[in-house]
């Protein structure tokens, strides 16, 4: 996303506080553990109208909390039985060029600018070891942005959530 598409109040490296209440984080909170809920189930679980349902979660969409839906899968399942996060050390100024090189590539579930020793961490999922060889030795290290790469593999993943709700 672009500077130019950020919601209404957010800037770069700031995020707007939305204005949401018991209500709408008990709806978000069911949409977490099933994104397919119906508005009927949804307003019953929230103790409100369908109507007061289809509002809320208009609104929600409306103001950019809910981003949109997408259904979860099991990477290991369509063969994808190797995942590693990838520290990417660039140089700079180039990290708009880097971020939308590594934004393009099929193999990349998430990138992430960084603070610290690396500027990027990247989680990719590939087939196997050799598909993770070719992505990191002839196409990352091979761009210029990239200084160095330090590769880990994920062994276990344990904690999977649609997405993080803050306390209320």
Known sequence: MSRHDEPAGVSAGRTAAASIDATDF???EALGVDGRMS???LAA????SRAGAYS???RLRSEGIIEGFAARVDPRRLGLGVTAL???AMRQPSWRILRDRIAAM???EFCALTTGEYDILVLVRVTDVEHLRDVILDRLQ????VRATQTLFVLDE???RPYVLPPH
Do not use: C, D, S, W
């Not at 091979?142 to 942005?145: D, R």
């Open 142 to 145: 091979a761009m210029e942005e």
């Open 56 to 58: 809320r979660l208009e």
């Open 26 to 28: 008990t709806l978000l």
């Open 86 to 88: 990838i520290l990417i």
């Open 106 to 108: 099929p193999e990349v």
């Open 39 to 41: 508005v009927a189930a």
């Open 45 to 48: 679980q929230a103790g409100i």
């Open 158 to 160: 344990v904690v999977k």
